[in-house]
């Protein structure tokens, strides 16, 4: 009996080991089929063009194992994905869309003050005319130790950071804690932040007695408005000419550029035309009512000069309207189109290309992008007229019948190579150490009480005329171990003395 029992229990144990493997041989076959479905699904079951990305993501959030950080993973991967359609199509944080848009609006919000920090701490060089700290009593000069009961000074602080929290809405407060030459304390300045205009036009002055000259920083939100001024003032002085300096100048507001074009154009003059793949193409032309059609008008530009600047000069050259001097422009022709979120964050995303009326397309190629300048270094282009790169098929004529070149910027009428006059090693020492600012602000302070009582230029060249300038700068750069041979001193005073 025991020897029957036993056998029973053998063969139930068999059969439940076959039902075993039979069940987990189903499951295997089951799961198998089910990771085949998952790793085949179809990349055109969404639909358009982005079916696959959105498979990835639909995926990732439906099988994940851990809780995702949507918001993270969304700013870290949209800039990405503009970098790979082209160098300028970018993506701003809230933070970084305000910034980036500050300085072409023409004003923002802050304390009216411009500053320095050549040795940690930050030095007022400028108090704006008008603004909440010339009401407060800032005076150029001051030092800024303290914002809001917070030490800046000396802590290796940011000058971004510095900004930071000098800036803030109108209406509100900072205190400022201001240490002053000649005062033992500090001084503490409460000021009512506010708006704060913005200048494009750095300078407007008279060369000579007929010729007038303007440099345009950027086309902001006001540059043609103030250039409208400045023009109305060279001319009651008798400016027959116009030298119009957009060296360095990155550009803009499109509009600007148009309505600067519009006033040294004849009516049905082309300034501009936009083109690409979803954009039709769209000319803009200038109207003949500006002030300033037959002024005549010579443009300055260089590799920095790009964008509106570019459009600028191009519509100038294309239609014979100016003759321009210097280097061959930037080379950014792209029209951005900005789109903003709720969030506060946007995007300027490349929709065209800029062309100029001869049919030129301002934008120079993408290869080798960020090593664009040292190639023109290489390549003497910088130096040499010959070296500019142009290719017979990228030739276009002019309103005239001129022969112009496309390729990317603008090439120039007149080049004008880069200066490399002052570039010893004296200078290039001052340079790397700040010698030269770090002098003016050491000779400004000796000499406050009598700066401050300069109004005109003539007695600003009087007082330098009569101060030991050239002195006291070997003095200062001997001080901090600079010391010039006769020969690099020679080469490099002029430019050293104008920049302290």
Not at 251 to 258: E, K, R, S, T
Not at 281 to 288: E, V
Not at 432 to 458: M, V
Request: charged share 25%; proline share 4%.
């Amino acid at each position: 009996m025991s020897d029957k029992k036993d056998l029973f229990y053998k063969i139930f144990q068999i059969i439940i080991l076959i039902c075993a493997i039979l069940l987990l041989a189903i499951m295997a076959v089951r799961f198998s089929s089910s990771l085949k479905t998952k790793s085949q699904l179809d990349v055109n079951a969404v639909g358009g063009n982005w079916s696959k990305l959105m498979l990835v993501l639909n995926s990732i959030d439906n099988n994940y194992m851990e809780e995702i950080d949507y918001s993270k993973i969304t700013e870290d991967m949209i800039p990405k994905i503009l970098k790979e359609l082209d160098p300028h199509s970018v993506y701003f944080s809230p933070s970084e869309l305000k910034e980036a848009e500050e300085p072409l609006q023409g004003n923002f919000d802050g304390i009216g003050i411009m500053f320095n920090v050549p040795n940690d701490t930050a030095i007022v060089t400028n108090v704006i005319v008008g603004g909440p700290s010339e009401k407060a009593g800032l005076l150029s000069g001051d030092r800024i130790i303290t914002v809001d009961g917070r030490n800046i000074a000396g802590v290796k602080l940011p000058q971004d950071s510095m900004v930071t929290l000098i800036k803030g809405p109108r209406g509100s407060t900072v205190h400022v804690g201001i240490k002053r030459v000649g005062e033992e304390n500090l001084i503490d300045f409460p000021i009512v932040r506010d708006v704060i205009p913005t200048n494009s036009v750095d300078v407007a002055f008279m060369l000579n007695d007929t010729t007038g000259f303007i440099k345009l920083s950027k086309f902001a939100r006001t540059s043609y408005m103030e250039f409208i001024r400045a023009m109305a003032d060279l001319t009651s002085k008798g400016m027959r000419r116009l030298v119009f300096d957009l060296r360095d100048n990155t550009g803009g507001y499109l509009d600007q550029a148009l309505m600067l074009s519009n006033e040294f154009l004849n009516k049905g003059d082309l300034v501009v035309y936009m083109e690409g793949r979803k954009r039709e193409r769209q000319d803009l032309f200038a109207d003949g009512k500006g002030a300033f059609k037959d002024l005549p008008l010579a443009i300055l530009i260089n590799e920095a000069s790009a964008s509106s600047s570019e459009i600028f000069a191009g519509a100038m050259q294309d239609n014979d309207r100016a003759v321009i001097y210097g280097l061959r422009s930037f080379g950014k022709g792209l029209v951005q189109e900005p789109v903003y979120f709720s969030d506060g964050s946007g995007i300027r995303l490349t929709v065209a290309h800029f062309y100029t009326p001869s049919g030129r397309c301002i934008q120079k190629p993408f290869d080798d992008y960020e090593m664009d300048f040292a190639k023109r270094l290489e390549t003497g282009e910088l130096f040499n007229a010959d070296s500019i790169k142009v290719v017979d098929s990228l030739k276009y004529t002019t309103k005239g019948g001129r022969v112009v070149y496309g390729g990317g910027g603008i090439i120039p009428d007149v080049f004008v190579p880069l200066d490399t006059v002052s570039t010893n090693r004296f200078i290039a020492k001052c340079n790397r150490q700040g010698a030269q600012s770090k002098f003016a602000i050491a000779f400004a302070d000796r000499h406050r009480s009598e700066l401050r009582n300069l109004n005109t230029l003539e007695q600003v060249n009087e007082f330098l005329n009569r101060s030991n300038v050239e002195g006291e700068f070997l003095n200062y750069a001997a001080s901090i171990g600079l010391v010039p041979t006769p020969a690099q001193w020679n080469q490099d005073k002029e430019m050293i003395l104008t920049q302290s």
